[in-house]
Structures are given as C-alpha cells and as structure tokens.
C-alpha cells in the first residue's frame, strides 16, 4: 500500500492537493476535518461533540478522532492506499494509525508536509471563510488559536516520522499545479 500522510498547518493547501493525488495514485482520501463536517451537518451526536471544539479552534479529542478514523479504514478493505489528510494531528494519534496500519500489515510510507508562512495561511483561510460557510475560517482569534495547536501539538508528529526518515518537506507556495508537480516528484521517488 502507499499510504501518505499529508501534512501541514491549516490552510496549506491539503484538502486541495489530496484531491488531485487521489486522482493520479488512485488513493482513498482520508480527511478527519471533511468527516467531522459531515457529522456537524447532519447533526449526530459525534457532530455536536466535534463541533464544540472546532469552533473554538480547538483539536478533538484523540479517542474521538481515533475511533472514527479507524472506522472509516476498516469500511475500506483493499484498497491501494490512502491519503491521511488532517490525521494524525497529535504524536497519540500517530502512535494509533502505525499500529492499526501494522495490524493490516503495512505502514506509514511518508509524511509530506506543505511548507507556507503564517502570513499567508492566516490569507488563505480568511478568503476561504468568504465562501465555506466554516465558523472556524471566518474569525481570526479562532485561525490564530488553530494556529497555535497546531505549533504546540502537531509539528511534534513531523518529528515523530522523521525519526524514521519518513518526513519530507516541501515548498507549500506557488501554483496548485507547481505544488502538485513537487508532492509527485517526492512521491514518485519513494
Ligand atoms: P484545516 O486543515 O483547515 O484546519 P481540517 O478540515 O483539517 O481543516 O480540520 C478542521 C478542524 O477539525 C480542526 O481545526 C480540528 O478542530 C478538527 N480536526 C480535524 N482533524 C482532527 C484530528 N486529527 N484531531 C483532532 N481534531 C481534528
């Protein structure tokens, strides 16, 4: 299996590129925000819980997002890989997918992370907020805290996989095709 974790803060353009790498590597698109959404949406009880912390800006709670994350693999035998887009997001949840992965008998076979400035993510996401309706993409105390957990709780998973040499970087600004070109010049040499 190729299974790819695309990483990055948010706003950086993972939900984008997951759509075209899907296409290209024929991957399932594993996205714990876009799952959270369709909970939020029709209204169940994960969706309320979840909505309580997304719109503060803050992450859901591990045992929630894991539960959840491991239902949707599980619904998907067979597949030739998948795109983890948004997960694992803390160094537990990274811990949860390696040993659900190695129950599968695979792994992990790279981290890619979009590299873009706080400047322009902070950009990005308030012009995102004009047309997706998204209650965290509209106030900046909210992009400002996403921000933060993201520094304080997530760049720890980049370190986790690059202690295994699993973690790359790459050039997060340009044109969605530049970014595009580099995520399968990376991939293409695995
Ligand atoms: P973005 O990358 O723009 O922040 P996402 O759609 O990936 O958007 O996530 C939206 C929100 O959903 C996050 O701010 C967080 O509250 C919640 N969320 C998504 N994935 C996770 C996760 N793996 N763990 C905890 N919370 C998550």
Same mark, same amino acid.
């Given at each position: 299996?190729?299974?790819?974790?695309?990483?990055?803060?948010?706003?950086?353009?993972?939900?984008?590129?997951?759509?075209?790498?899907?296409?290209?590597?024929?991957?399932?698109?594993?996205?714990?925000?876009?799952?959270?959404?369709?909970?939020?949406?029709?209204?169940?009880?994960?969706?309320?819980?979840?909505?309580?912390?997304?719109?503060?800006?803050?992450?859901?709670?591990?045992?929630?997002?894991?539960?959840?994350?491991?239902?949707?693999?599980?619904?998907?035998?067979?597949?030739?890989?998948?795109?983890?887009?948004?997960?694992?997001?803390?160094?537990?949840?990274?811990?949860?997918?390696?040993?659900?992965?190695?129950?599968?008998? @695979?792994?992990?076979?790279?981290? $890619?992370?979009?590299?873009? #400035?706080? =400047?322009? !993510?902070?950009? &990005?996401?308030?012009?995102?907020?004009?047309?997706?309706?998204?209650?965290?993409?509209?106030?900046?105390?909210?992009?400002?805290?996403?921000?933060?957990?993201?520094?304080?709780?997530?760049?720890?998973?980049?370190d986790?996989y690059a202690q @295994?040499?699993?973690s790359?970087? $790459?050039?997060?600004?340009? #044109?969605? =095709?530049? !970014?595009?070109? &580099?995520?399968?010049?990376?991939?293409?040499?695995?």
């Amino acid at each position: 299996m190729l299974n790819l974790i695309l990483f990055g803060p948010p706003g950086s353009g993972k939900g984008t590129q997951a759509a075209f790498l899907v296409e290209k590597y024929q991957l399932l698109h594993i996205s714990t925000g876009d799952l959270f959404r369709y909970e939020m949406g029709n209204n169940t009880p994960l969706g309320q819980l979840a909505k309580s912390y997304i719109n503060k800006g803050q992450l859901v709670p591990d045992s929630v997002t894991i539960g959840m994350l491991k239902n949707k693999v599980d619904a998907n035998p067979g597949v030739k890989g998948i795109i983890f887009d948004g997960f694992p997001r803390t160094v537990a949840q990274a811990g949860a997918l390696d040993s659900l992965l190695d129950d599968m008998g @695979s792994c992990v076979s790279v981290l $890619i992370a979009l590299d873009v #400035s706080d =400047e322009e !993510i902070t950009q &990005r996401i308030l012009l995102r907020g004009q047309t997706s309706g998204r209650a965290d993409d509209n106030d900046p105390t909210i992009i400002r805290n996403r921000i933060d957990v993201y520094k304080n709780e997530t760049t720890p998973v980049f370190d986790y996989y690059a202690q @295994s040499g699993k973690s790359l970087k $790459i050039n997060g600004v340009g #044109s969605i =095709e530049a !970014i595009f070109g &580099r995520l399968c010049e990376a991939i293409n040499k695995l």
